[in-house]
Structure formats: C-alpha cells, structure tokens
C-alpha cells in the first residue's frame, strides 16, 4: 500500500548539482529507515546514502563530501542533495524505504551526468 514518488532526476553538465526527493505517507515513515541506491547499466544496485529515524546517516566512500541525505519527517520525504557531480554519477537511482511492516522501492529516477 505504500508507494514512494521520486523526483528531481535530469541531465546534468559535469560539476553541477540535482536534488532528489522521495516522498511516502503514513504514519510508518516515521519508524522508517530511508535510503538511496543508484544502478548503472551492466552494474549491481549499490548504496549510496542512507538515514535512519534518529536521523544517523552514512554514504558510500564515492560519494562522501559531495552528496547529503536529509529527511523531513512533517513532510514525510527524504532529500539527496548532490553537488559536484561527475559522469561516474549516471546512474537510475531508487529510494528504498525500510519500516517494521516491510520494505519498499521507488520507480527509480535517471540521473544524466555529461558535458
């Protein structure tokens, strides 16, 4: 029954910057731990960045300096701030959402990094 929205995705020159947003409703978002996974074609899902409900956060080494994952729990969203990006950043990226009840993905968001 849950359903994640993911936006921000685009294309985007070497160096700029997008922000992700992935909204969910219900009480469980609360309980929830939220994260981000990316996939490039050919390559396995990896993690990226991840929140907890506490609000404790770790990243991927690749991506740490450059990308925040932050959440709004009156929203019920979580953000991916990303700055500096590089081509190595394409990727379609997921918002993955881990509650109590169960987990659940989002659509995936293209992310186009090119000059």
């Known amino acids: 029954q849950v359903q994640l929205v993911e936006s921000g995705g685009g294309l985007v020159q070497p160096g700029g910057s997008l922000r992700l947003s992935c909204a969910a409703s219900?009480?469980?978002?609360?309980?929830?731990?939220v994260a981000w996974y990316r996939q490039a074609p050919g390559k396995q899902r990896d993690l990226v960045a991840r929140?907890?409900?506490?609000?404790?956060?770790n990243y991927a080494d690749s991506v740490k300096g450059r990308f925040t994952i932050s959440r709004d729990n009156a929203k019920e969203t979580v953000y991916l701030q990303m700055s500096s990006l590089k081509p190595e950043d394409t990727a379609v990226y997921y918002c993955?959402?881990?509650?109590?009840?169960?987990?659940?993905w989002g659509q995936g968001t293209q992310v186009t990094v090119s000059s």
């Open positions: 929140v907890t409900n506490s609000g404790s956060t």
């Open positions: 993955n959402l881990i509650s109590p009840w169960g987990d659940y």
């Open positions: 219900g009480s469980i978002f609360r309980l929830s731990t």
